[in-house]
């Protein structure tokens, strides 16, 4: 029996790993992940190195290191298409890869609402490289202006809009606010030269936090100097900023799109779909069309039991579905009965810059430096779940030169 896992993200790499868990001593089970890159990211840190506050290739951290120990094999390819009714997958160099049973974490695309200009002038934060690609651009734009005499022309230059205010905004836009004062000086400009605009379409920041730790969060950006512009969504995007819908118009080099996501455009391709291109999947996580595919994770359209509403796309419950789905094909392949996906309620952690927090745990709001460590306590212990104390010890020490240089490598893979 072949079981092929497609993607190395939180829910793909926690399905790979419990399935080694559950089948790894059956010599005639074979598990397969693959993955066009040869690490796995922490993309709940994103914002980090995209604002220049962290290296990205600490974010990086080589499948080799995880895997070592078992029994999976890993396939470094890129996914060109999948081919269910066949149940083969077809890679990039074309190569055909057939299995029994299929999980697909495939992850997501932005999700650009149709608003024009989106994709052709706004950076998005969907990876290691495209961290990178921001803040080089950043960079990039901050040199030219420091150059520059024309003052109209000058302030585009260092001006900084996020497009959206939930969790990616928020972390973003906080993380900004930190970093570019002190690129600002090291390219020989004052730091209040530096603006950051954020705009959300919705009345309010963090849509599902309280309303106190709404105002936190508002009242934590303003005072690091980050102007808010709420319940007004943008119209265009262009080369020289975005337009409102009121005809507000922000000038500004630098557009970074946090709006949303959907669906990975292969998987809503090849599997029924539903709420922003997400394949539609029922309460065990298999397609309705094809039983012997699981989907999991951001590419999914998994349901809340609870309240019938589909969960949200966050790192816990990709990490979540991973699991229900790696349990799914044992217990297919031992005649257990399968289990339900059921989310658990664990909270929300959001920080915002250097040292500031927000969380919701349970009935409890905490803001202040506490969350700011829970967050960072939270991906020591998702780190130790992956590879024990060895992993841990080697993610806290920082990457090795080797490991640094494969994630910030423009022609590395994907």
Avoid at 283 to 292: E, F, G, H, T
Wanted: hydrophobic share 40%; net charge positive.
């Amino acid at each position: 029996m072949r079981i092929v896992v497609l993607g190395a993200g939180y829910g793909g790499l926690r399905a790979a790993l419990d399935l080694h868990h559950w089948l790894g001593d059956r010599p005639a089970v074979e598990i397969v992940l693959v993955d066009q890159h040869d690490y796995h990211q922490l993309v709940t840190k994103l914002h980090k190195p995209a604002a220049g506050t962290a290296s990205a290739a600490r974010l990086a951290i080589p499948l080799r290191d995880i895997l070592y120990d078992t029994r999976i094999r890993f396939v470094h390819r890129r996914v060109e298409d999948i081919l269910p009714d066949e149940r083969a997958v077809r890679l990039e160099g074309g190569v055909t890869l057939r299995w029994h049973r299929l999980i697909v974490a495939l992850g997501s695309a932005p999700e650009y609402f149709d608003v024009p200009g989106v994709a052709e002038h706004a950076l998005t934060i969907q990876s290691i490289n495209s961290a990178r690609m921001i803040r080089t651009h950043v960079e990039d734009m901050f040199r030219q202006g420091a150059a520059m005499e024309d003052e109209e022309a000058r302030q585009e230059l260092f001006t900084v809009v996020v497009a959206g205010g939930g969790f990616t905004g928020v972390e973003t836009a906080g993380e900004l606010a930190d970093g570019l004062p002190r690129l600002a000086q090291e390219v020989g400009v004052p730091p209040k030269t530096v603006r950051i605009v954020t705009v959300e379409a919705f009345p309010e920041l963090l849509r599902g936090f309280s309303p106190r730790l709404v105002e936190e969060a508002a009242k934590t950006l303003q005072g690091k100097g980050v102007e808010l512009l709420l319940g007004v969504p943008i119209a265009e995007v262009t080369d020289h900023g975005v337009v409102l819908e009121d005809g507000r118009r922000i000038g500004a080099r630098t557009v970074i799109w946090t709006g949303g996501v959907r669906g990975s455009p292969l998987v809503e391709r090849r599997f029924p779909s539903g709420l922003r291109g997400r394949a539609k999947v029922d309460p065990y996580l298999r397609s309705p069309a094809y039983p012997d595919v699981y989907l999991i994770g951001d590419c999914a359209l998994a349901l809340d039991p609870a309240t019938g509403r589909p969960v949200a796309p966050t790192a816990q419950h990709a990490i979540e579905q991973g699991r229900v789905a790696a349990r799914n094909v044992w217990a297919e392949y031992t005649g257990r009965p399968l289990r339900p996906f059921r989310p658990a309620k664990k909270g929300m952690v959001v920080s915002v810059g250097e040292g500031v927090g927000l969380a919701r745990l349970g009935r409890f709001d905490v803001s202040g430096a506490a969350p700011a460590v829970l967050k960072d306590a939270i991906t020591w212990r998702y780190v130790y779940s992956l590879g024990g104390w060895r992993l841990l010890w080697k993610y806290v020490r920082g990457p090795s030169s080797r490991s640094s240089r494969a994630a910030l490598s423009p022609s590395h893979r994907g």
